[in-house]
């Protein structure tokens, strides 16, 4: 089993920035797709950025050139920086795990991901 727990959320005002972390229990960090994901009230949980083994990553359209993935495969931990910080960012964010992925393509899809954190909230003030 893997277990994901999430930290580094908190309140910021519009135009900080924060760095979101993920630790990662179990043998299979080095060789998993990792993705961000986050859920407003009332809305669905989005797509946010993710990154594969082989160094692939992709995000939402509305996140790019803002939010940056990265990953310590040494320390079995995910990161998330996120800067220019907007309202609109304000959710819980999760982080999720598919170990599965053979060749390493970007998952974008919540039910491709087999292991999830308990999240941690982002609230961004105006």
């Known amino acids: 089993q893997v277990q994901l727990v999430e930290s580094g959320g908190g309140l910021v005002q519009a135009g900080g920035s924060l760095r979101l972390s993920c630790a990662a229990s179990?043998?299979?960090?080095?060789?998993?797709?990792m993705g961000w994901f986050r859920q407003a009230p009332g809305k669905e949980r989005e797509f946010v950025a993710a990154?594969?083994?082989?160094?692939?990553?992709d995000y939402a359209v509305s996140v790019k050139g803002r939010f940056t993935i990265s990953r310590d495969n040494a320390k079995n931990t995910l990161y998330l920086q996120m800067n220019s910080l907007k309202p609109e960012d304000t959710a819980v964010y999760y982080c999720?795990?598919?170990?599965?992925?053979?060749?390493?393509?970007?998952?974008?899809?919540?039910?491709?991901?087999?292991?999830w954190g308990q999240g941690t909230q982002v609230t961004v003030s105006s």
């Open positions: 999720a795990a598919d170990p599965g992925s053979r060749y390493g393509n970007i998952r974008y899809s919540r039910y491709q991901y087999d292991y």
């Open positions: 179990g043998r299979t960090f080095s060789t998993s797709v």
């Open positions: 990154i594969s083994w082989n160094g692939r990553t």
